[in-house]
């Protein structure tokens, strides 16, 4: 068992006082069988009343309500996770799905349907194209093979880019310009499964970055994808890395579409310019 602090730090700073609507946070890990969460710690100003509660994906989900004006916003979690994970080695798949193209089975088709929708559908013969590099259709291949190259094809053929504009690219926009972010080729992954017709999802989440010591370790706020595989369950795929998701990932929430899901979102009151300042800091290190 390993002891994880994650402080993460989000403070917008506007040209004038203004108000805020209702804001969303998406920021308290997901509890599991892999992950405990031992103390957790939300500070915020201005003044707030904040109520909890699960979504759809049972998601933790903090529902914020602001007080008064203010000209700056500022939201701090401070979390320490137990993590009882460990890398994956091998999936323990049922043998119907060892080989791809395969079925799922109908009692969990009917749950899967929303996973396997494209969330670009305009950018689906794109998509298509680029995957003849790695599956040519009515042949057989190792399920497991073949998620493993499309996502290392993906980390070795796109350029990583921190953005810190919202939302993300689009499959056809990350092929065009040969570069995104995490996100962004998190999105391309979950869309190239979802052309070959496998179930797959969003994740948000961080990441510990170790360094060659304990005082070098730090983190990010990242993104990743999961494929739904019968009888082995839901498995991530880190396309930024073109690894298996493995006990440096830490799950915030997951979602069938990539834009649900950012850690803070919200409204507000206000001139429209100029837009305000935002600041991000992660910090994700051992205990």
């Not at 203010?70 to 996770?81: C, E, G, K, N, Y």
Request: proline share 7%; glycine share 6%.
């Amino acid at each position: 068992m390993r002891r994880i602090q994650i402080t993460h730090n989000t403070r917008y700073e506007y040209a004038e006082a203004v108000t805020f609507k209702l804001h969303k946070l998406h920021i308290r890990p997901r509890e599991g069988h892999d992950i405990r969460i031992e103390s957790s710690q939300l500070t915020i100003a201005p003044d707030y009343r904040i109520f909890w509660e699960r979504d759809i994906y049972n998601n933790s989900l903090a529902l914020v309500e602001f007080l008064g004006k203010s000209q700056t916003l500022d939201i701090t979690s401070r979390v320490v996770v137990q993590h009882y994970g460990t890398p994956p080695l091998e999936f323990g798949m049922d043998e119907s799905a060892l080989l791809y193209p395969f079925h799922y089975d109908p009692l969990e088709q009917v749950d899967l349907i929303a996973y396997q929708m494209a969330v670009f559908p305009r950018d689906y013969p794109v998509v298509q194209q680029w995957l003849e590099k790695i599956y040519q259709p009515s042949t057989l291949n190792k399920t497991v093979s073949l998620l493993d190259t499309l996502n290392k094809t993906i980390a070795e053929e796109f350029k990583y880019t921190a953005r810190e504009e919202p939302g993300v690219q689009s499959p056809r926009q990350t092929i065009t310009l040969g570069s995104g972010s995490c996100r962004d080729l998190a999105v391309l992954f979950i869309e190239s499964c979802r052309a070959l017709g496998l179930a797959s999802r969003f994740v948000s989440g961080y990441l510990l970055q170790p360094g060659d010591g304990p005082q070098d370790q730090h983190g990010a706020t990242h993104a990743w994808s999961e494929v739904y595989l019968p009888g082995s369950g839901w498995w991530g795929f880190d396309s930024t890395s073109g690894l298996r998701v493995a006990n440096e990932h830490i799950a915030v929430a997951h979602h069938r579409h990539p834009e649900a899901i950012p850690p803070v979102s919200g409204s507000y009151v206000g001139k429209p310019e100029p837009h305000p300042k935002m600041h991000v800091s992660v910090e994700v290190k051992m205990l």
